[in-house]
DNA sequence: TTTTTTCGTTTACATATGTAAACTTAACTC
DNA sequence: GAGTTAAGTTTACATATGTAAACGAAAAAA
């Protein structure tokens, strides 16, 4: 359901988005009040920031009088797991289980997410593989060290 | 069991470290080999990724004639866990459990990662809450915008 | 021992990012 | 209507990052 664009937000302009993405619209200056306590950053900084976001397309602003109001053109749960999926590209996809059970363990969850994992995970079970495919390029994981041979 | 420290590796930093990682100790030319079939990297491209990770202390050179055997002085499980882990400063605690649901549903899994999931599921349930407590700055999470009220 | 090859080190350079100040213009205040 | 605000737009500038070529020294080859 999440599309695959190259959502290319960096950390600092992530900072002005969640603020958007919680007000749903906000002015400059509500951004700014916010960023100025949390990140200590100057109206200007912000200001430079939004306009980044706005040229990157990631916020739309409508007028409104001499200002403008700005709001998020891609949803915040898609963007999340876009950058979550994303981080996968840097990992061998036999070690996805792992990475996601030390997240898991990492992680404060509460019953409801334990309920839903455990839906998940049962969904998930019923298309599970018995070995995960490699997906690395040759020499960049241990898999494609000793391919044509017995695995250990 | 993982050290927070700012593992500042760039995305083709990152590249250079997995093929490391793959191969336990690498030769320049090694790690060029690979880069070059899959990223088409000039060997002059890679040297200087490799000199930067020496310069942040992620690679180990050891004099070899003359040249080097470099070694990663950071372990690439651990890595990947403080980059994963490093995700969710940009999330909500309250959706960690949905985010992570996500990855689960988007991931190719073996039967031998869900019986790990599900044993870290069922791990974890033993210490689940019933709120988890939103981190977020206030004005950058839904969570506190409707603060000293009724929850929805 | 010249020549050539092989490594690592320096230098290069464009674009990205973090952080802002300066500038411009329309709106509000006196 | 002139001065002060409040917004957005331009310009600035250092450091980071992606990508390499140029350079220097040591080792291997001729």
Redo the contacts between chains.
């Keep these: 359901m999440l599309m695959e664009e190259k959502t290319n937000i960096t950390?600092a302009e992530?900072?002005v988005m969640?603020?958007v993405w919680?007000?749903h619209q906000a002015t400059s200056k509500?951004i700014s009040?916010?960023l100025q306590?949390?990140k200590n950053w100057k109206e200007a900084t912000v200001k430079t920031l939004i306009g980044r976001l706005v040229k990157k397309g990631m916020l739309n602003a409508k007028p409104d009088g001499k200002r403008y109001l700005y709001t998020a053109t891609i949803n915040e749960?898609d963007s999340?797991?876009a950058?979550?999926?994303g981080?996968?590209d840097?990992?061998c996809?036999k070690?996805?289980?792992?990475?996601?059970?030390?997240?898991?363990?990492?992680?404060?969850?509460?019953?409801?997410?334990?309920k839903?994992?455990?839906q998940?995970?049962a969904?998930?079970?019923k298309e599970?593989?018995?070995?995960?495919?490699c997906n690395?390029?040759?020499?960049?994981?241990?898999c494609?060290?000793h391919r044509h041979g017995h695995h250990h």
Excluded at 95 to 114: F, P, V, Y
Excluded at 128 to 133: K, L, Q, S
């Design positions: 950390e992530w900072e969640r603020v919680s007000l509500e009040g916010v306590t949390k749960t999340v797991n950058v979550t999926n981080l996968f840097f990992i996809n070690e996805r289980g792992k990475t996601i059970a030390n997240m898991i363990s990492e992680a404060t969850l509460s019953h409801d997410d334990i839903l994992l455990e998940t995970l969904e998930k079970k599970a593989v018995d070995e995960v495919e690395c390029a040759p020499g960049q994981c241990k494609n060290s």
